[in-house]
Structures are given as structure tokens and as C-alpha cells.
């Protein structure tokens, strides 16, 4: 399976900060994935990294709020902008590992103040 | 958009007793449905996975059962153990390789 990790871990801003999340990958994979975890809650899809093209946002998530960057197939970056307390979720990558499964990274932790 | 749903939200068993989550989808297109199991502060570990071509999968104390045609497949563990004890998310994609679309997750207890 593949090998995933964010940095970082955790972080605590404040309010109309903006944090950068960054997954790498030991492999090559196409596809990767942003989810977003808020506290006691499922995960949900913020948009598919795609290298070489724009993000694909779902509803309700937009590039000015949570801009990706996929500058090569084993790189990934989320940018959290103009943060509020309501941001404060746990951001994991995932990305298309071995035959066809999903694998998540580790997460980051972010609290806003 | 696919809408999954997933019941119970809690459920406790004792050790050795059997535990049963079930989820819906409703997309038909849905082809790939995977069971991610979530301990406490950890990441989500895929534990087992089905494809719309198969009914059943058993992985040794773990199978997950599919019915196309109502929309609906089941995670069942078998001789529960403590270390089962975390939130399983049931999920549904168009295909492995794309978005996962996940349910509200189960919250299992297994008491000694």
C-alpha cells in the first residue's frame, strides 16, 4: 500500500490566518483527495487533485476558500484561507493505492481560534 | 449526488457476539463500496472492500454482503473482540479509483 504523509499534524491558528497542508506520496498515483472531518462527524469530499489540471470542488467547497495546488503525481497541497472557528476539522489526502483501494493519509488536526 | 446512508449510528455488543452494520445507496452507478474502520485520533483503515460483480466477501472474522438491487450492503463481524471497539464508515464511488462518497459511521462498542 501506499505511504502517505501530511504536514502537519496539527496547528492552531487564529482567526483569519491561512494554513497550507501538504501530502506526499512514495508512489506515483493519479488521483488524490481531500476530505474533511469536523469533530464526531463522517468524512466529506472537498475536491479531487488532479496533476497537471485544476482542482474539482464539490458543492458547497470553492477554490478561493481551500485552493489546491497538484504540481506532480506524488505531491499535493490545501490551502485553508481566511479561516474561522468553523474551519477547525481534521484534513486528510487519500490517493488510489496497489490495484484500486483508497488509502488515507494521517490527517492534520487544525483548530481556529 | 450518491447519498449514503448507514445504520445503527451506536451499537454495543459483547465479546463474541456478532455485530451488523448496514448502509443504502442511491446512486445505481455505484459499483465499489469499501468499510473503513477509525480508532480513536487514528486515520481511516480500509478493512474490507466489495465490487458490484460479487454478492459476499469474508475476510476471516469480517464479510460484507451486497444487494444490487436494493441498494443496500452489510459489514458483519463475527466473535467480536474488544480491539474491534471504533466507528466503522461504510462508502460508495462510481468506481475504486474516484471520490468516496461515506456514511455517518457506526460507533462500535465491544464490551468484555
Known amino acids: 500500500s501506499a505511504v502517505i504523509s501530511q504536514k502537519p499534524s496539527r496547528d492552531i491558528c487564529q482567526r483569519g490566518t491561512s494554513l497550507t497542508i501538504q501530502c506526499q506520496v512514495d508512489?506515483?498515483?493519479?488521483?488524490m483527495f481531500w476530505y474533511r472531518q469536523q469533530p464526531g462527524q463522517s468524512l466529506t469530499l472537498i475536491a479531487t487533485?488532479?496533476?497537471?489540471?485544476?482542482?474539482?470542488?464539490e458543492s458547497g467547497f470553492v477554490i478561493d476558500k481551500f485552493p489546491i495546488s497538484r504540481p506532480n503525481l506524488t505531491f499535493s497541497t490545501l490551502t485553508v484561507s481566511n479561516m474561522s472557528p468553523e474551519d477547525s476539522s481534521i484534513y486528510l489526502c487519500s490517493v488510489q493505492g496497489g490495484v484500486d483501494t483508497q488509502y488515507f493519509g494521517p490527517g492534520t488536526r487544525l483548530t481556529v481560534l | 449526488g450518491e447519498n449514503v446512508e448507514q445504520h445503527p449510528s451506536t451499537l454495543s455488543v459483547q465479546e463474541g457476539d456478532s455485530a451488523v452494520i448496514k448502509c443504502t445507496y442511491s446512486?445505481?452507478?455505484?459499483?465499489?463500496f469499501p468499510w473503513y474502520k477509525q480508532e480513536l485520533g487514528k486515520r481511516p483503515q480500509l478493512i474490507i472492500d466489495?465490487?458490484?460483480?460479487?454478492g459476499e466477501k469474508k475476510d476471516q472474522r469480517i464479510a460484507v454482503t451486497l444487494n444490487k438491487t436494493a441498494k443496500h450492503f452489510s459489514l458483519h463481524i463475527t466473535e467480536t473482540q474488544p480491539e474491534d471497539s471504533a466507528v466503522y464508515f461504510c462508502?460508495?464511488?462510481?468506481?475504486?479509483?474516484?471520490?468516496?462518497?461515506f456514511g455517518k459511521g457506526t460507533s462500535l462498542l465491544v464490551t468484555p
Open positions: 462508502a460508495a464511488s462510481i468506481n475504486s479509483g474516484y471520490a468516496l462518497n
Open positions: 508512489s506515483q498515483v493519479t488521483m
Open positions: 446512486d445505481s452507478a455505484s459499483n465499489y
Open positions: 466489495i465490487r458490484s460483480n460479487v
Open positions: 487533485a488532479n496533476q497537471g489540471s485544476e482542482a474539482t470542488y
